[in-house]
């Protein structure tokens, strides 16, 4: 038998374990919103809409409910796997910095329709919120904060339906004008209810 200083010696060499539910939905939603803009960008900018008999309709509700299920899965999957990590404020920053690459691409690319708030700056900002917040919390807090965030974006949806704005400062939260035009838009409300939700199953679960 292995005595304890042995035992603790082993667990220090022993290399990461993996847990391969998430490793499977993660890499199943990066497959699936790649065949997502794959197709997007062969109709919208190759006037592609048919592929294997499948035809692209960009602008109907099944790309649409798709586009969001991916990734709001993946944006479930961010925040589990933000309460395993002990580097958040780093991994948001370094996730913050290629969404303003992005930006910049995209505006030089069309500014009429440049990401100035898509899943990447999403993703960072909620990662760095909940680094500098929530991190050390139990899993009912973060649950309850998501609900939270939910119920605030529905809220804020029902006020802003007779109110409007011409400025676009406020898009992070949800308030735009209508004018507003972007190749990839998730704003915190209610996207940061979605990763809190997988914060407190991060937390609960794993």
């Known amino acids: 038998t292995l005595n304890t200083a042995e035992e603790q010696t082993m667990d220090k060499r022993s290399p990461k374990l993996r847990i391969w539910e998430i490793d499977f939905l993660r890499g199943?939603?990066?497959?699936l919103m790649v065949f997502y803009h794959l197709g997007f960008d062969l109709a919208e900018f190759c006037g592609i809409r048919k592929i294997l008999g499948i035809e692209i309709n960009l602008y109907g509700t099944g790309l649409a409910v798709a586009?969001?299920?991916f990734a709001g899965v993946f944006i479930v999957l961010s925040g589990v796997s933000s309460t395993l990590s002990r580097s958040n404020l780093r991994r948001a920053l370094k996730i913050l910095a290629v969404a303003i690459i992005i930006s910049a691409i995209t505006y030089l690319f069309n500014s009429s329709a440049a990401i100035y708030f898509g899943i990447l700056h999403c993703l960072g900002v909620c990662i760095l919120?909940?680094?500098?917040?929530?991190q050390k919390t139990k899993p009912l807090t973060c649950a309850v904060?998501?609900?939270f965030v939910f119920g605030l974006s529905?809220?804020?949806s029902l006020i802003m339906?007779?109110?409007s704005v011409n400025f676009d400062w406020l898009l992070p939260?949800?308030?735009?004008?209508?004018?507003l035009s972007s190749y990839d838009y998730f704003p915190l409300l209610p996207w940061?209810?979605?990763f809190l939700i997988g914060a407190a199953l991060g937390k609960s679960v794993y």
Do not use: D, K, M, P
């Open 28 to 31: 199943l939603s990066i497959i």
């Open 67 to 69: 586009q969001y299920f």
């Open 129 to 134: 919120i909940y680094g500098l917040t929530l």
């Open 145 to 147: 904060a998501g609900v």
């Open 154 to 156: 529905v809220a804020l």
């Open 161 to 163: 339906r007779n109110v």
């Open 173 to 179: 939260f949800g308030i735009s004008s209508h004018t």
């Open 192 to 194: 940061f209810g979605v």
